[in-house]
């Protein structure tokens, strides 16, 4: 994670990282809001204004042709191998901007300035890149490490509750994997001042454990899958939830994903239960309140087709107690629909 | 170069390597030509006719739909992480379906049977994928080792001459780039018996050359340079031709360019003058009769806008003897022209 900088000044750290790639020239990927409001934040860096690129938000803008979008950019403004693309904004802009960056003359160098929490503790370490095809998530991208991550918890504050619950449940998850002291740390947190030193200090550990993880796995042969925990339901609940057209956040069906990930853990892995309860709690006090999306059948049918598992079956990611979990865990259908009934 | 096979038996070595990747499915890209020609070579491997995916022939056909094209039927038939892209056929399909492959799920693997004498002794090796984008060679694109090449010089024996003599410019050029003797040899080649123990061993030289260079350097930051010699003023004309509408090869335009280049060498690397006298006779013995395809000045302007000129002006790779070169050699506006002049 050498590549990662957290940092309360964005600015100066950008103005460092450019002089050292010293690029012939710079380009600059942004969503409207990101335009909006943390641009001016970097308004002393004079980027070109048809070296701006603008992506409206909205999943169905994370695709192959904003890719090509950014690409004619770059192309019609004579961006050289040496060119720098600075992606800012959420995970969203993150992963297309990294896939156009290593795709543009077989790989041009990319800066990333994660601007919501999610993308901070999970987009910006592992080089996963990409865009969705034919509605099938990420279908179409590459691994490809981004030349420096540069992680301001300042532009947390401006963000709604709901879009930092949905990055706080990843560092849930991270703290579960880690240690019982690391849970009870994140437990703690006070989520009303995300601009603080002390929750940059969070967010830092957060990313370290992760990065930990995706350095002993790059390409999520083995080890890495633990990072899968709560999302085999998560994704389940996720796809559900966007074929009814809710408003429901990846990191609200991460947190109920993990409760029953959880329920699976104490009746399969061992699991003390009164982690479970904990957890439970915490996500029942903060996260908005859980409306059955799909039967339960349907949603063990949805995770029979995840992506992620490579046989027949459903295979999780169990903790065993925190700091402890297998990974490829086999399932049976009755167990799970019995584990779904938690939610 | 463990991962290239040459071979004179394409169907086993396939068979050996399928059986040794254990792919859950397998998917073919082929252009008309060797759907008709090749495939049946291979026709005991069942492959499934819905995983068969065709690209016809055609420079414009090296596009991102092209690309899209192979993710629809991979995404449709539901390819996996585990799943091989075979590519069969010249650079063309190979470039685009290594592009493929490597942006599918964030990466599947793909094996390589090139069947053109260029796509064999030069796209084979280094890791070279993309697509044409906006009229730019090779615009979007990524560097992506093959899981294997499989090299079989029989697939040879039923191409045009022109189509062998485009993939015989590079081997000169890789001889030239090697040594005295390898010059010497390579001038003697029988090219009437391209499927010949004797020629496939001359194959195995020139991409063993080529793989040196490319280790030493994958991303051409350095001595990778060496393998565009011929190809600064060899682009030219071949852009130039293209404009035209002209019925000029790759291989071709690099001959004339090597003759031009191999001028520069003598006059600005010491290169001793009766190497640019035997190379630029076999080549006025061998190749199409160069007609001028655009002014001297025309010309220049094209490689000035090269995108492998780091800064204004013209960079060379040249010769100081077979087997020495120079790399970065800029050379001024007034010597270029003279050199064009013996075209």
Redesign the interface.
């Known amino acids: 994670m050498e590549n990662i900088v957290f940092t309360r000044e964005a600015d100066s750290v950008l103005r460092e990282k450019l002089q050292h790639t010293a690029p012939e020239d710079v380009y600059v990927l942004v969503d409207n809001n990101t335009r909006n409001y943390c641009l001016e934040t970097l308004t002393h860096f004079h980027f070109l204004k048809e070296h701006i690129i603008t992506i409206p938000e909205g999943e169905h803008n994370k695709s ?1 042709e904003s890719a ?1 979008r950014i ?2 950019v770059l ?2 403004q004579g961006a ?3 060119s720098v693309l600075v992606n800012i904004g959420g995970g969203l802009i993150t992963d297309i901007g990294g ?1 156009a960056a ?6 041009i160098r990319c800066i990333n300035i994660p601007t919501t929490l999610l993308a901070q503790v999970d987009a910006s370490v592992g080089g ?3 865009v969705n ?2 509605g ?1 998530k ?6 490809s490490i981004p030349e420096c991550v540069i992680i301001d918890n300042r532009f947390l504050a401006s963000l709604p509750e709901r879009q930092i619950l949905s990055g706080f449940a990843e560092m849930i998850k991270h703290a579960l994997l880690t240690s019982e002291e690391a849970v009870d740390e994140i437990l703690q947190a006070d989520l009303t001042r995300m601009e603080s030193a002390e929750f940059l200090a969070l967010i830092e550990k957060s990313v370290a454990f992760k990065a930990g993880i995706v350095e002993a796995d790059p ?1 999520e042969k083995g080890i890495r899958k633990a990072l899968n925990f709560g999302h085999t339901v998560g994704h389940a609940i996720e796809s559900s939830a966007i074929e009814r057209g809710w408003e429901w956040y990846h990191g609200d069906a991460v947190a109920y994903g993990m409760i029953v990930e959880l329920y699976l853990s104490v009746r399969q892995s061992g699991l003390d239960s009164r982690y479970y309860e904990k957890i439970r709690k915490f996500i029942r006090g903060h996260y908005p309140v859980y409306k059955p999306v799909a039967e339960k059948e349907d949603l063990y049918n949805l995770m029979l087709h995840d ?1 992620k598992n ?1 046989q027949a079956g459903v295979n999780f990611t169990l903790l065993c107690s925190p700091g402890e979990f297998e990974i490829n865990h086999y399932c049976e259908k009755t167990e799970i629909i019995e584990a779904l009934s938690v939610l």
Chains 1, 2 share one sequence.
């Open positions: 192959l090509a690409w004619n192309s019609e050289r191998r040496n896939f290593a795709c543009f003359k077989r790989g996963k890149t990409g095809f034919r099938l990420n279908e179409i991208g590459i691994f390409t992506k490579e």
